[in-house]
């Protein structure tokens, strides 16, 4: 944790019926500028994930296979692959970028003091997750995210996003898009023990390691090597696949609609 902090310290969304639920005097009494303490996992551990950009070709069996894993309803994304279409400046030759996107685990998430009930929270292993039980819908966090991360769940109506697939560790398997993607271009580990995979790649590569938007001073923790300077921030651009048209040549557009 505290490496991670040396290293990197420097949409809007459809509100659901949920939100009618929660005056704002609740919100107020819940303490919406507090996050609640942490709770479950195990705090010997600080889970983070280091993506390899260099090694991810786009084929999206990540997106897939956290999908079928997690029984995410159709449209909707605990992670996903943008693809750019990236001009060289000098030469002007295109070139594919891609750039796996996912809840970032926060060390300061912005998405847990919003929630009026408290019900989005961060585990002891740094694993922000929600409450479904808690949830209203009322979409606050979702709103929050800068990193579009998150969205309502129309099955449950409520909260969901990527967990590191928290299940699955404690079971002590990978999460379903680490385990399913093909260039091992996803590690994931604990940056607690110097010995993990992640945290020797960490050292190794301490100075190319980027985060996405580091100026919302949220400590994201997943770490990107390989990432081009333009894409730090909300690019300027479009992805491909948000562009989805059928045989007719009208845009379905449902794919990646909300990210």
Not at 59 to 80: M, Y
Not at 113 to 126: K, L, S
Request: glycine share 6%.
């Amino acid at each position: 944790m505290d490496l991670a902090r040396r290293l990197f310290m420097a949409q809007a969304a459809r509100i659901t019926a949920g939100a009618a639920f929660v005056p704002l005097a609740s919100v107020a009494q819940a303490g919406i500028n507090d996050q609640p303490p942490r709770r479950d996992g195990d705090a010997a551990k600080r889970y983070a994930m280091l993506i390899d950009l260099r090694q991810c070709i786009g084929c999206q069996a990540c997106t897939v296979s956290c999908h079928i894993e997690n029984e995410a309803p159709l449209g909707k994304f605990r992670t996903i692959v943008s693809q750019y279409e990236v001009e060289n400046e000098e030469t002007g030759d295109l070139a594919q970028f891609m750039l796996p996107r996912l809840c970032n685990h926060c060390d300061n998430p912005p998405c847990v003091p919003v929630c009026p009930v408290q019900a989005t929270f961060q585990r002891e292993d740094g694993i922000v997750v929600v409450d479904a039980d808690r949830c209203v819908g009322c979409a606050y966090c979702v709103q929050a995210c800068p990193y579009d991360a998150r969205f309502i769940n129309d099955r449950t109506q409520v909260a969901d996003k990527c967990t590191f697939c928290a299940h699955r560790l404690e079971a002590g398997l990978l999460p379903a898009c680490v385990e399913s993607c093909v260039g091992g271009a996803r590690i994931i580990g604990d940056i607690m023990d110097p010995d993990s995979q992640i945290s020797r790649m960490i050292e190794e590569h301490r100075d190319e390691l980027k985060v996405l938007q580091p100026d919302k001073n949220t400590v994201p923790h997943v770490f990107y090597l390989g990432m081009d300077e333009r894409f730090i921030d909300r690019p300027q651009a479009a992805p491909g696949l948000w562009d989805v048209r059928d045989s007719a040549g009208a845009e379905l557009g449902y794919e990646y609609g909300e990210h």
